[in-house]
């Protein structure tokens, strides 16, 4: 919890349950679409809308010029997330859709669709029961800034935005070799991703419009549009280059979208550092402590080593002899074996045994009982809920 001027006695166990629970986030999330829906009865929307339980579908969008690689990306990350592919041929080709029949209509005519057509068209999909509780994958869409503007104020906000890139004449050479399964919607090229089986081979048709010419004008067109779209998703976007292979491409892209953006929510930090002997861990995880106002783990360890009887007591195992060792009964472990300085820390709790009091070169009038309690009281003061790194 931060601290204020007037600081409130809450429970440790709030922030936690808070932070276990996403307690943070499910409050933003219903916020958010209350402003965005405006219900009369808030009530009964916000109990509907926790009972569809599709806060953490995936909400992806994917953009990129001509021949980058979209919509196969788009394809296989709709199989691995086991959502739905939105773009505008499948939005055109629904049966059932008024809309959608409409808009066929307007595409004979004029080849080409407006902005506020295709974002309705996007509307309409979504509001589906399969892509509330699946999610959704937008390939190509939104095209303009208009787009971008209206979907927002329609409250259809992705997740993980996008991008791909690759040069210009990368990408007319890549067009011209492409060739679609009209069965399967899959996508292949003449060079570098050619079905192997001889019936795939024979159904595969050219598409329309990859000339080197109709290439050069839709990537013209791109570019105008894609410098005015992307300062809109300033915190979720993702560029990756296209001019790689299509897998490398894809890892990228699934590794992406399956992160959770940082929220505002407050949070204890647990930083774990490995790494081997002289790799710079103490001196990044003092850094880190310095920072962000965490508690060193090592230091904590090093000032318990420091009260006589705590970690740092050396009991002298070394000079018990073998004989001496059985008749006490004390049984050999791997890491009291090695004679090591791990070898104190692990062997320590054997010192509660009366037979080895006397024997430890931290020799005082107290107890040794008493003395792990003052290292135990160390570690306690040390913990704070400020975070801790080891």
């Not at 296989?76 to 049966?95: A, D, I, P, S, V």
């Not at 095209?143 to 329609?154: D, F, P």
């Not at 090229?189 to 079905?195: C, I, K, L, N, R």
């Not at 992160?259 to 930083?271: E, G, K, L, Q, Y």
Request: overall charge positive.
């Amino acid at each position: 919890m931060d601290a204020t001027s007037s600081p409130h006695a809450v429970p440790p166990e709030m922030p936690q349950y808070g932070q276990a629970n996403h307690i943070f986030q499910l409050m933003q999330t219903m916020l958010e679409q209350l402003l965005i829906h405006q219900p009369q009865d808030p009530i009964p929307f916000m109990i509907e809308h926790l009972h569809l339980d599709s806060d953490d579908v995936p909400k992806i969008v994917i953009l990129g010029p001509p021949a980058s690689g979209k919509t196969t990306i788009a394809m296989w990350l709709c199989k691995h997330l086991n959502c739905n592919l939105l773009n505008t041929e499948n939005l055109l080709g629904r049966e059932l859709s008024l809309l959608a029949a409409e808009a066929r209509k307007y595409y004979r005519r004029f080849r080409s669709l407006p902005s506020q057509l295709v974002v309705r068209l996007v509307q309409e999909r979504l509001a589906e029961e399969d892509c509330v509780r699946r999610g959704w994958v937008l390939d190509g869409i939104p095209e303009s800034r208009e787009q971008v503007l209206m979907t927002q104020m329609l409250g259809i906000a992705p997740r993980h935005v996008i991008v791909l890139n690759a040069p210009d004449m990368v990408l007319i050479e890549r067009n011209l070799g492409k060739r679609i399964d009209p069965q399967t919607g899959e996508i292949y090229h003449t060079t570098f991703d050619w079905p192997p089986e001889p019936e795939t081979q024979n159904r595969l048709v050219m598409p329309e419009g990859i000339s080197e010419l109709e290439t050069a004008r839709k990537l013209l067109e791109y570019h105008r549009n894609i410098i005015r779209i992307l300062p809109s998703y300033p915190k979720i976007l993702k560029a990756i280059s296209a001019d790689q292979p299509c897998v490398d491409v894809f890892y990228q892209a699934l590794t992406y979208v399956q992160t959770h953006h940082r929220s505002n929510a407050p949070f204890t930090p647990r930083v774990l550092l490995c790494g081997p002997l002289g790799s710079g861990k103490s001196l990044q995880a003092a850094l880190l402590a310095q920072k962000y106002g965490l508690v060193n783990g090592e230091e904590t360890l090093r000032s318990a080593r420091q009260v006589p009887g705590g970690l740092g007591c050396r009991p002298a195992f070394r000079r018990i002899k073998p004989r001496r060792r059985k008749k006490l009964g004390l049984i050999h472990s791997a890491g009291w074996r090695g004679g090591g300085h791990g070898a104190h820390k692990l062997a320590h709790p054997l010192l509660a045994y009366p037979a080895l009091q006397g024997e430890c070169e931290c020799a005082s009038p107290r107890s040794h009982r008493q003395r792990q309690t003052d290292t135990r009281e160390v570690t306690r003061q040390s913990v704070c809920p400020g975070g801790v790194t080891v």
